[in-house]
């Protein structure tokens, strides 16, 4: 009922009748390397998509979220340089931007993938980073930062970025359905 995998060694790729030596194939299977790297990139930035939803600021009993941090800096003008004038147009777009990731991922389309993912997940740990660094322990007019948004957004950038470069790497060996008995 349950199909079982096996960790096989890949054969050696031949290319025109010779053996490359230390080169696999893309053989039956997937290679380890490749799935592992799959699963954290899809958890890391699922948690980058999940840390956008979870509290940024709180003000007494009320918390805010990012897009709600987004919105309060475009609206007072919070960013003085032309680039950080950018953020709250471009913050809406990070969602989609992991939801492509995993559709490709779920494609098998693992290279476009894994540049997207890092660029995302490059991109998550900065802007966590710069949150916590700038509103850590600060708190103006009642209002404070929490940590748990921008911290969640980090570690899921951090796990994005691994998995990503997972999906660049070769394994020796591939994960390959059992022989029936």
Request: charged letters at 10%; hydrophobic letters at 50%.
């Amino acid at each position: 009922m349950f199909a079982t995998l096996v960790l096989v060694p890949a054969p050696d790729a031949t290319v025109r009748g010779g053996s490359v030596p230390g080169r696999t194939s893309a053989g039956p299977g997937i290679s380890v390397f490749h799935l592992s790297g799959a699963l954290l990139t899809g958890v890391g930035l699922l948690s980058v998509l999940w840390s956008m939803f979870l509290p940024w600021l709180a003000s007494g009993p009320a918390t805010r979220n990012s897009f709600q941090l987004m919105g309060l800096a475009d609206r007072y003008r919070l960013f003085n340089a032309w680039w950080y004038r950018l953020a709250p147009d471009v913050w809406p777009f990070w969602g989609p931007a992991v939801v492509v990731v995993l559709l490709l991922l779920v494609l098998r389309l693992r290279r476009s993938a894994a540049v997207l993912g890092l660029l995302v997940g490059v991109s998550s740990v900065t802007v966590g980073v710069l949150v916590l660094a700038y509103g850590s322990g600060r708190s103006v007019g009642g209002v404070r930062m929490v940590e748990l948004g921008p911290t969640t957004m980090v570690v899921g950038g951090v796990l994005g970025c691994l998995g990503a470069v997972g999906l660049f790497l070769r394994s020796p060996t591939r994960l390959v359905p059992a022989p029936r008995t």
